[in-house]
């Protein structure tokens, strides 16, 4: 079976991770003549009402509850999300002393609470069809601070029980389908509250998604970096849902490094084409034409069973990650089939109020070269 490995070649440095990394390249993206569409007041308002509904349509479409999720988890119990299998992007963590030590806890402030959920479906009891819906916030200290990246994460993160027979490409179109359409409901929202919204120069989300497999997307673009590949595809599809997202392609490089322990990313799908392909996850990418550049929305899949983990931490060089509790969970079928995901909450804010900047909506830290950059262009970045 085949290893993945990562060395830093000029073909390879894309998958290292997300965000521009150099602001003098930030500088040529952040958009010039800038005029937000609506004012700070508004721009909360706006978000707010678009919270409330994507979370009561979610529950509706998908057969979620809402759920309290964890900001800490034990370091020691394999439910933290590493985000990739390159050991890169790594959690905070502190040690609680509680008594003296008598007692302590290594933790870690959750990434994404990926591998919770499943654990939690259990915890609910919930049946095939029944699902969870979180409001996760989350710490990632790795990322690059730029116009779409923040290490201060909010997400919607969902999970639903599913049947051994759902495990199917078309099963996982279905709820993107779903999703999408949650999103469009909100647009129309935001639209009818502030009909300045609908701005010619800005349009809106399209109606439907475009699903393609990453290999069909490497097989038209063969020399392109992977975030020129979907900054390419964009063009003619300006919202896609990217099968795939893990299994290394024709090229021998996944086209995004993807966790062995969660999203199913070997298992063998067939194409309308009859070519065979890999991976039951995927991502939606929606084109942001105020930064005119790639704008990723969520990401998601049908999560691994004891027989896809096995075989995607052997290909990840990670087995000695089955003596974690999750991950003999897994192993020992003692958390339900499923699937989930997360929608970036600040990032579908800036795609439906048409923000050039994640801290239009979400309070965090920025360096202040990156703020003083926001204030030369009329983006009002919060404190």
């Not at 509680?98 to 990926?114: G, L, M, S, Y």
């Not at 897994?330 to 499923?338: F, I, T």
Request: hydrophobic share 40%; with cysteine.
């Amino acid at each position: 079976m085949q290893t993945i490995t990562r060395k830093k070649t000029r073909k390879t440095r894309d998958l290292a991770g997300p965000g521009i990394g150099d602001y003098t390249e930030l500088a040529k993206v952040l958009p010039t003549g800038y005029a937000s569409l609506l004012d700070v007041r508004e721009t909360q308002e706006a978000l707010f009402a678009a919270k409330d509904l994507i979370e009561r349509h979610l529950c509706k479409e998908l057969g979620l509850m809402k759920v309290t999720v964890p900001l800490i988890v034990d370091k020691h119990s394999g439910m933290n999300d590493m985000l990739d299998r390159d050991g890169s992007r790594t959690p905070v963590e502190f040690h609680i002393s509680n008594d003296h030590d008598k007692h302590p806890i290594d933790a870690q402030v959750v990434q994404a609470a990926t591998k919770w959920k499943r654990i939690a479906l259990r915890q609910f009891e919930c049946k095939p069809g029944q699902g969870i819906l979180t409001d996760m916030r989350a710490v990632r200290k790795d990322y690059f601070l730029d116009h779409d990246h923040s290490a201060y994460v909010d997400q919607w993160d969902w999970e639903l029980t599913i049947r051994p027979e759902d495990r199917t490409l078309d099963f996982l179109t279905g709820v993107v389908r779903k999703i999408w359409k949650v999103i469009k409901e909100a647009e129309g929202l935001v639209h009818d509250l502030f009909p300045v919204l609908d701005c010619p120069d800005w349009p809106d989300l399209p109606d439907e998604l475009t699903f393609l497999h990453a290999e069909e997307i490497l097989e038209r673009f063969p020399d392109m970096p992977r975030k020129a590949r979907e900054t390419a595809i964009l063009q003619d599809h300006p919202a896609v849902f990217i099968y795939g997202i893990g299994w290394p392609l024709e090229d021998g490089l996944p086209h995004e490094m993807r966790a062995a322990d969660y999203d199913d990313w070997v298992t063998e799908t067939v194409t309308k084409k009859g070519k065979t392909m890999h991976g039951l996850n995927g991502d939606i990418l929606v084109w942001n034409p105020v930064t005119r550049r790639r704008h990723e929305l969520s990401s998601m899949g049908i999560r691994v069973n004891a027989e896809t983990l096995k075989k995607q931490l052997e290909m990840s060089d990670q087995l000695d990650l089955l003596d974690t509790p999750y991950h003999r969970a897994v192993l020992n079928e003692e958390v339900p089939l499923s699937i989930g995901g997360g929608i970036g909450q600040a990032r579908t804010y800036m795609s439906l109020l048409k923000k050039a900047h994640l801290g239009e909506v979400s309070v965090t830290v920025w360096p202040e070269i990156l703020k003083e950059m926001c204030r030369d262009r009329n983006i009002h970045v919060l404190d």
